[in-house]
């Protein structure tokens, strides 16, 4: 049985070891704990021109935001400018349509989750009295060179779009290089503005289905060449990767991607306008082989 003299220090010490925790607990309560890091919620999406100027955008965007609760930052511009900011870490998430530009930056690994999203075409319009006389031309090739034979005024975007990208292919296809003159004038601005700028010049000029569809009434401008598969018009998707720039905004990206190739999405854009323009503006190609595309 212990003695009263042993008790006595017992007793201090636990006195003395309660209030050091008691000390602890108050302190630990007195001190708020860090404040988690706050979500980024902005996501911004370089994109091409065609996409906003056929309004597919304004369909797509606010469904995205609604089901995410993301906010999208969207900076449309010519593919090419697009894809230098994905490039340089500038956007989270591209949407374009050059593959021959898109797939150095997935090789090299500026960009990742690439994904096939949709097609359309391009197509040749100019005036309809085809001063040149390219409608019935076996290819878009041929109708470029009547173009340059006939001195017949060609409206460029000169902005390494892809539209561009298609343009000077067929060029080279053509074997004429092109030199800005009073016949063939660069516009430097956006499809619709190209195309306005074509209609008051009486020009021919290379654009999206989509986007001429979109502005049509308000254009006079014919359908001169189109069908050829060469002409497919071909969109993808694609996170700009984290691991190279790990400012960006990884979780909104994914999400944005794969809303893009989500069967609800896809059906959206199969369906968009067609009862408007009595056909599609675009394909949905999610999970499709791009080889397979236009057969």
């Not at 490039?87 to 050059?98: F, I, M, S």
Request: net charge neutral; proline share 5%; glycine share 8%.
């Amino acid at each position: 049985m212990l003695s009263k003299k042993r008790l006595i220090p017992l007793a201090i010490v636990l006195v003395f070891m309660l209030s050091i925790i008691g000390c602890s607990q108050q302190q630990a309560q007195q001190t708020p704990a860090p404040p988690a890091a706050e979500q980024n919620k902005d996501v911004i999406l370089a994109t091409t021109t065609s996409t906003q100027d056929s309004g597919l955008l304004d369909v797509l965007i606010p469904d995205f935001e609604k089901q995410s609760g993301y906010k999208v930052k969207t900076v449309a511009v010519g593919t090419g400018a697009a894809l230098t900011m994905g490039q340089k870490g500038e956007a989270d998430v591209l949407l374009t349509h050059a593959p021959s530009q898109e797939k150095p930056l997935v090789e090299s690994g500026a960009i990742t989750n690439y994904q096939l999203v949709m097609h359309n075409d391009f197509i040749i319009v100019g005036p309809e009295k085809d001063p040149a006389g390219i409608k019935g031309a076996k290819s878009a090739a041929e109708a470029f060179k009547k173009i340059n034979e006939k001195g017949a005024l060609f409206i460029s975007r000169g902005d390494n779009s892809g539209t561009h990208t298609m343009e000077k292919n067929l060029w080279k296809a053509a074997g004429i290089t092109p030199v800005v003159s009073d016949k063939y004038q660069e516009s430097g601005q956006g499809m619709g503005q190209t195309l306005t700028i074509a209609q008051q010049k009486d020009g021919y000029t290379l654009t999206d289905r989509a986007t001429y569809l979109a502005q049509k009434k308000n254009l006079t401008l014919a359908i001169l060449v189109e069908g050829e598969k060469s002409l497919l018009n071909i969109y993808h998707v694609a996170q700009v990767n984290p691991e190279k720039f790990p400012k960006v905004n990884a979780a909104g990206a994914k999400a944005f991607v794969e809303f893009m190739v989500s069967p609800a999405t896809q059906k959206t854009i199969a369906e968009f306008k067609v009862q408007e323009f009595g056909q599609p503006l675009f394909y949905a190609d999610a999970g499709k082989n791009e080889a397979d595309l236009g057969k």
